[in-house]
């Protein structure tokens, strides 16, 4: 089977998924998120005024028929109103993609850079001090909590230090960008070393390095040249779903730094029970994690021809 | 007719306690014109900039710097004048003739008349708006008719001349001035209106002392002075309203001295008294507020058992609940109408801890030490500091031998049992929405608010209703005072509510900072401090 059959025979088993995403989704919010109408009046709510407004979104249809329209509308491409904010939905999900994904690549970015360094660093030092040292940190950017991670940044690198500003968006300027990015790459930092040093380590048993070396290639080139090359698609696979995660807004880094991305904008909805916002913005969710996995298959895909024939034998 | 103009209640609010102070700034100092305020509204967006649909504080301390009424609220929570240069009140309590300042502008260059407000209130009023606080003015006469689509116009407002609006009520209702100070009564332009559609909340035109020049949605809204502003321009050029989520963030920033101002977050009222640097930036201040553990007077036990109820109230240690669970930060209470609140005069004895006292209750009630009393059901709306009251009521009533089983729920679901009276006992906290005992005794005890109207206890009781159906028409002070603390006597004996605390608001303010303390009022609570005028605020460096 082509790349081409395949991406599309994909890309049409998304489609049950994604319905069946927006039935569970409507469904939980409907039952958990209660009267948003009631909720926004306050605890001074005259009846009628509630009944009027709640006729006027047609929150007082059937669940059944709610989820009809929603889905009509879906298809025409609108995602509806903010309960709370009375704008478009998709409006305020456009508003936040260049801040959500300024901060994933900043955070990919990073946890890329470090993570290979540690992970070569630690896979050529294999059995060391400083293997175990590497990834001990590894472990603890692994373990450590985002929220407590993003305070402890904020009071070394920002108030006692002065380095960074402590929170907000800035004007764009590169300075916000740092520590929410390392907070949010830090887990990634330590998933990509574990991943390179892992890959690497078995890449170099393997009988063309020693060849390689029998050559008299340089260390460093027989390293980066034949040896990340060879270990890379599994930490490329990695990453690429790791983007995924990034970019679906990692609320908590979000909401600690007080960044104005898409997984603040989905904690504030959840918060507010403004359910149209909640549904667009995890419908954009699962949309961006399935298309990471989908483009991670195609890449697979296109790298080892292997998979493919796997494929087919099935 | 006769002038209204500071009809108040100030020696009660004076009486509003200040805790603990900040200095205040240094006499003599003029002010000094520029800078950029900045602080964080929380942690959200204002949902509306629109005033017809403001129902929260956050959108409230925005709107209020973009748009103006015919009065507003001076920091004693007197009604004073804002568009509206005087206004007389007709003999029969039911006529406001409203005379305005000419020359007050629209940020689009147009001059506001009579007109405008009549168009400002039938649209909030028009069903179409679907506006939440239509009840700021549907005391107007013809309101209900209007709203419920019988008539195309409102009776109870019109326009004399350009500059002169009169509005009828339907009946007497004295506290009718202070709602005229809230966002759904401050005066837009139709044209933009118009223009902007459902836009207009995020594109505000008002005759405000500062116009709005961005919004970055969950970033930043900047508002920059207006030049041409009726009262004068703002000392400063700009305002940034921060939105921050966490609050040990707004702490840092507070301390890193990016935000003028601060609230103060859950836990760390004590560390942050502690901390030498911080302590002297530290303002608090009584709100009009009370918090309770409602009982369900409809349903067993507690209906037609006054006893029981007192009971309760006497097995709970309010001191120690204020002290340990509320961190110092708030006040016992012993009655309805809280510190600053017209009406409130410390009098009330209220319910002291007395366990010997409320065992005898119980058995008096037919359940001595709790005997024959079914495990009892307390809700309360999911947050830790609602978790800890809920386990502080329940330990204190199981030292009496009452078992209660708690149960957390979301504010709508939450709400949604409490309305249909579906609790035997539930925590609630109420804020003014206006300086007047109106606003706790009438809209919280009177048998025709029950469920969610505010009678949320679902308390009945005729005599308290004629009481305050009483107190609500007459005219006088003293006699409106007298009346309702007559009725909070009542109800404080029926015991409806287990009466917990007095709410109070505290506030981090960077030392640059003039005119802010000055201007806070009962009602301001923090971090958006709604109600201060940001035009009368300037920075010293």
């Known amino acids: 089977m082509g790349l081409l059959p395949f991406a599309v025979r994909r890309a049409l088993q998304l489609i049950p998924v994604l319905l069946g995403l927006t039935l569970i989704v409507f469904a939980l919010q409907a039952v958990a998120l209660g009267d948003p109408v009631r909720a926004a009046m306050g605890q001074r709510g005259d009846p009628e005024a509630i009944a009027r407004i709640r006729a006027d979104y047609g929150l007082d249809a059937p669940l059944w028929v709610q989820y009809g329209r929603y889905l009509g509308r879906l298809l025409r491409g609108d995602l509806g109103r903010s309960f709370r904010q009375q704008v478009p939905v998709a409006d305020l999900i456009v508003e936040r993609l260049p801040a959500t994904v300024r901060l994933a690549v900043a955070a990919m970015g990073l946890a890329a850079l470090l993570g290979v360094a540690a992970g070569v660093a630690s896979a050529v030092t294999h059995g060391r001090m400083l293997d175990a040292a590497i990834m001990t940190v590894a472990l603890l950017g692994i373990s450590t909590p985002v929220f407590w991670l993003g305070m402890i940044l904020i009071l070394l690198f920002a108030v006692t230090l002065g380095w960074f500003p402590i929170s907000g968006y800035g004007d764009g300027d590169w300075r916000h960008l740092v520590l929410p990015a390392l907070a949010l790459g830090a887990l990634h ?21 020693r060849t390689a070396r029998a050559k008299g290639l340089r260390e460093g080139v027989v390293l980066l040249k034949h040896g990340l090359r060879n270990a890379s698609l599994p930490i490329l696979t990695l990453m690429g779903i790791g983007i995924g995660d990034l970019l679906v807004g990692a609320p908590l880094t979000e909401t600690v730094f007080a960044w104005p991305g898409l997984g603040r904008l989905l904690v504030t909805a959840v918060a507010n029970r403004d359910l149209p916002v909640v549904l667009g913005a ?25 998979i493919r024939l796997a494929g087919e034998r099935r | 007719m006769r002038r209204a103009i500071g009809a108040g209640w100030t020696p009660a609010v004076l009486a509003v306690g200040l805790v603990l102070g900040v200095a205040l700034p240094a006499g003599g100092e003029s002010p000094r014109r520029g800078g950029a305020y900045q602080f964080s509204l929380g942690p959200s967006d204002p949902p509306s900039l629109d005033p017809a649909h403001v129902t929260d504080t956050t959108s409230h301390a925005v709107v209020s710097e973009l748009f103006d009424g015919l009065v507003e609220f001076d920091p004693q ?8 240069e005087r206004w007389e009140i007709a003999a ?8 305005l300042r000419k020359g007050v502008r629209f940020q689009n260059g147009r001059e506001v008349s009579a007109e405008d407000f009549r168009y400002s209130f039938l649209r909030v009023l028009d069903p179409k708006t679907k506006s939440e606080r239509t009840w700021i003015l549907d005391r107007l006469e013809g309101a209900t008719d209007f709203l419920g689509g019988k008539t195309a116009d409102v009776q109870g407002i019109r326009v004399r001349d350009r500059y002169t609006l009169e509005l009828r009520l339907g009946e007497r209702f004295p506290p009718f001035l202070a709602l005229l100070a809230y966002p759904a ?54 305002i940034v309203f921060r939105i921050i989520p966490e609050d040990l963030t ?30 002297g930036r530290l303002h608090s201040q009584s709100i009009l507020g009370i918090q309770a553990v409602r009982l369900n007077v409809e349903v067993p036990p507690f209906a037609g058992n006054r006893k029981l109820r007192q009971a309760f109230n006497h097995a709970v240690d309010k001191e120690a609940f204020a002290r340990v669970i509320m961190e110092g930060r708030v006040k016992p209470a012993a009655g309805i109408l809280p510190p600053g609140m017209p009406g409130y005069s410390g009098g009330l004895a209220g319910y002291p801890f007395d366990r010997a006292r409320a065992g005898q209750l119980l058995a008096e009630a037919g359940f001595p030490e709790g005997k024959g009393l079914p495990p009892l059901a307390l809700h309360y709306n999911t947050s830790l500091t609602n978790r800890r009251l809920a386990e502080f009521v329940q330990a204190q009533l199981a030292e009496v031998g009452v078992k209660v089983e708690l149960a957390a729920l979301d504010w709508p679901a939450y709400l949604k049992l409490v309305d249909a009276g579906q609790t035997q006992m539930h925590r609630m906290g109420w804020i003014a929405d206006y300086p007047d005992p109106e606003n706790f005794l009438t809209v919280l005890f009177h048998s025709r608010n029950i469920g969610a109207r505010g009678n949320t206890s679902r308390y009945r009781n005729p005599e308290v209703d004629a009481l305050l159906d009483r107190a609500d028409r007459t005219m006088g002070e003293a006699e409106r005072v007298r009346l309702y603390q007559q009725a909070e006597r009542r109800i404080v004996e029926d015991a409806p509510w287990i009466f917990l605390n007095y709410y109070s608001t505290d506030l981090l303010v960077h030392p640059a900072v003039r005119n802010l303390l000055e201007q806070l009022s009962p009602m301001d609570s923090s971090p958006t401090v709604s109600l201060v005028q940001m035009r009368l605020v300037w920075l010293a460096e």
Request: glycine fraction near 6%; charge should be positive; proline fraction near 6%.
């Open chain 1, 189 to 209: 930092v330590g998933y990509i070393a574990r991943m390179t040093r892992g890959s690497l380590l078995e890449v170099l048993r393997e009988d063309y390095l």
């Open chain 2, 250 to 279: 707004r702490l840092q920033e507070f301390k890193a001295g990016t935000l003028h101002h601060s609230d103060v977050p859950a836990g760390l009222y004590q560390s942050i008294v502690a901390d030498p640097a911080l302590r």
């Open chain 2, 77 to 84: 929570m007197r009604v004073r004048p804002a568009i509206a």
């Open chain 1, 282 to 306: 995890t419908l954009l969710f699962a949309l961006i994690y399935v298309a990471a996995n989908f483009l991670v298959d195609c890449c697979y895909v296109l790298a080892d021809p292997r």
């Open chain 2, 92 to 99: 029969d309590g039911r006529t406001y003739r409203f005379f």
């Open chain 2, 185 to 238: 009564a401050m005066v837009v332009p139709r044209e933009a209106v118009e223009q902007a559609g459902a836009d207009f909340s995020t594109r505000p035109v008002g005759t405000g002392p500062f116009r709005l020049t961005e919004w970055r949605r969950d970033d930043r809204l900047v508002l920059t002075a207006n030049p041409d502003y009726f009262r004068g321009r703002p000392h400063l050029d700009r």
